[in-house]
Each structure stands twice: as C-alpha cells, then as structure tokens.
C-alpha cells in the first residue's frame, strides 16, 4: 500500500459500509504513522467481534495484537505506550465491558496530561448501542458517562463519511478519544461514495436537514429515526430540522443554538438511559444560553429507565424509534 494512500489498493470507495469505513481507517492509520498499533480481544487471528481488523494483522505484521480477557489490564498498557510516544488504538468487543476499565481510563488516562505534561493518545474504540437480541450486556451507550470526565474527547459518527475521517482525526489528538461506533450500523448503513478529505472537523456539529418548524439534536443510530421522522412530518406539512452533533464532549453549542433560533422549538433525542446525560446537558445549555429563542419548553426524549431487554419486540419498544420520535415532534409542535 501506498503510505499516502487511502487505503489498500484493492478497496473500493463508490461502495463502502460504516464498518468498512471503520477498518479501512485503522489501516490508513497503521500505513502512515508507525507508532499506531491496535490492541484488543481477538483482533488479530479472528479480525474482531464484528470484523472491524479483518486482514489487518497479516496486513500489518506484529502491530495487531491480542490481548489477554482483562479490559484492565488493555487500557492500562496502553497508557504506558502511549505516554512513551505510541498512538494505540484500542477495541473493546462491547461497550459496556469498557467499564471494567474505568478507573484507567478516566483517573489515569484522562488526568495524566494535566498533572503531568506529558499527552496520553489513546483510542478506544467503544462498538455501542442496542441491536435485537443484546440484552443489558452488550447494549449500552456510555457516551454519557465518559463525557463527564475532563480530558477526554468523545466522538459519536452517525456517517459512513464520519466513521472513517474522524477515527482517523481521533488518532491525531493528544487526549484520550472515546470513539463510540453504533453497531447497528455497521452493516445497515452505506455510502456510495466517501470524500477524499474529511468535510467537517470533529467537534462541530452537522445540520443534515434544515427546518423550519422544529428542531431535532441528536447523535448516533438516533440520526437516522430522526430523519425518517422527519421525512414522516414533512408529509403532514411539517418542516423539521435535524442536527447531528457528531462530538458529545465537547458539544457545539453555537450550532444548536443557530439550529434553535431557526425553529424555536427543540427535541434533544439519545439512545442512551435517560438520566442525566447528553440530552440533558443540550438542554441545559440552551435554556441558559437561548431561552429568549424558545417558542415553547424543550423536550428530550431516551431510551427507557430500565436495564435493555433481550426480545425484540421488547427492545424495539425501549428505545426510540421514527414513529415515537414522530409522535413526541406532534405533541412539540402544538405546545
């Protein structure tokens, strides 16, 4: 491969999945920088709990390693390579088994460059969100949780286009980066095509669909019901804007804010439980920063306050979907 390439050369960016996107990011990654390495449970050998190192190891010989059953044990070498110079990125099989390792990462890992000096780049690779039949286990969204923490940057991409430019910008920063990738869409989304440069940085917030009546903040899987239920909307006459913010932590206020003052009215929507969290934090800041823009209360809307169930019909009614969403915008617009 070429090192200045985008990729191996027999890859085909008219087709790509947002897992494809995932993988082909950690390779240009490993190709162009030889300090990145990748470290995590059977990534190697067997490519990964979803694929996302498929070839990767005989591509990249001794710089894709498997790691020992010890989420512990894996953040906390890595804090030590990457505060002697090395760039590790990290896959954790689940999201949820990143808790395990939380101590590393949020007392270690996210302080050592304010009481050290010395930066902590690491990349931990976070597979979330719910999908049927996952359970409590294997189902959770902890963007919340980690954005909590100062010195720590966390990244939510809804996009193929996203999946693949900002890993690639989270290798480059000098904090520790949680890149939290929604499994269900690694195989569900694709792209025709992906640009050759990134469109908008990490850290800015992106309005895919610009409205009128109502606005619509969200991240992750949640972009999309956000987009069919607005497509739902817009044949009953409403126009609905959606805003995907892309980076929780931090969070582009300024876009939300610009977003809100075009609708005066606000939905902020996340996977994730309901308490506390991203959604409440959007709202908090708009009501601060923007209550003179408001034409009514702004509302939020997550998954249920109880642990994820298995069945699928059970899950399906626990998070939101497009219809829920379109009915919670219903009862917005006619506050």
Partial sequence: ????????????????????????????????????YIYGQDVANFGGAFKATKNLAERFPGRVVDAPISEDAIIGSAIGAAIEGMRPIIEMQFA?????????????????????????????????GGTEGSGPFHSQCLESIYSHYPGVVVMTPATVEDAYWMLLEAVEIDDPVIFCEHKFLYYHLKADSLPETPTLPAGNARVLKIGRHASIVTYGAMVHESLKAAQELATEGWDIEVVDLRTVKPIDTDTVLGSVARTGRLLCLGEGFPWGGVTAEVIARV?????????????????????????????????????????????????
């Fill in 1 to 36: 491969m070429d090192r200045k390439g985008q990729g191996s050369p027999e890859f085909n960016f008219m087709a790509i999945t947002y897992l494809e996107a995932i993988r082909e990011a950690q390779a240009k990654a490993l190709a162009e920088n030889d300090s990145v």
């Fill in 96 to 128: 949820d088994f990143s808790s395990i390792a939380f101590s590393q990462i949020v007392n270690n890992a996210a302080t050592h460059y304010f009481r050290t000096g010395v930066p902590c780049p690491i990349v931990i690779r976070l597979p979330s």
């Fill in 287 to 335: 009501v601060a920063d923007g209550f003179h823009l408001l034409d009514a209360p702004p509302l939020r809307m997550n998954s249920r306050d109880t642990p994820i169930p298995y069945h699928p019909n059970l899950w399906k009614a626990y998070r939101p979907t497009s219809n829920s969403i379109a009915e919670t915008v219903r009862g917005l617009l006619h506050l």
